[in-house]
């Protein structure tokens, strides 16, 4: 099944990709993208964490949601996706909402890289902070709410990020504890109008920030 993912890096590389573990953190309109976009690519280990189950809201972006499926929980949805794919991928799926203090929850597992893509912004924070101290790989998508125009999504470090209130956010943290390190993210410097209430989103951004998210995972193991 991965023959032209083999014949486009060779099958070195590929063996890198086979041969690492990842941890995504929120299936939802970015998550649910780069967990797709990383077993199509041959990753043979992924954690997966959200607590959250499948609204009628979720169709309009997340690759998991259908009619068939409200009410059921993200995770589970995402391990039938996966083994659908590839079923020799092994799946490790955590039912939380991560917080300061279940952090550790996740932490017990062994893995290379960290997408996080989930909502809020202390657990961003520490997510970050663990992973410079265990000499985790970690990419960290900001907000994708509230914008259409996918070509405006670029990768960087957090110190060159704009107009985004959570890298804003996360910039102050990281310069309050004098964290130094580079802290790769994902983030777009598009802005719309403010609405009150719920965050108007669709797929195209959130998508293509997963799929940025997962392509800088395996270009990261195959360089």
Known sequence: MFERTIKLIGEDKFKKINNTSVAVIGIGGVGGYAVEALVRSGISTLIIVDYDTI??????????SD????????????ERRILNINPSCKVIKIYDKLSLDNMDNLFKYSFDYLIDACDTIVVKQELIKRCLDDDIKIISCMGTGNKLEPSMLEITDISKTSYDPIAKRIRKYLSVNHINKKVPVVYSK????????????????????GLLCANYVIKSIIK
């Open 190 to 209: 598009e802005q719309n109008n403010k609405f009150e209430g719920s965050i108007p989103s669709m797929i195209f951004v959130p998508a293509t920030a």
């Open 67 to 78: 009619q068939k499926h409200i009410g059921f929980f993200k995770v589970d949805e995402m």
């Open 55 to 64: 609204e009628i809201s979720n169709i309009n972006r997340q690759i998991i």
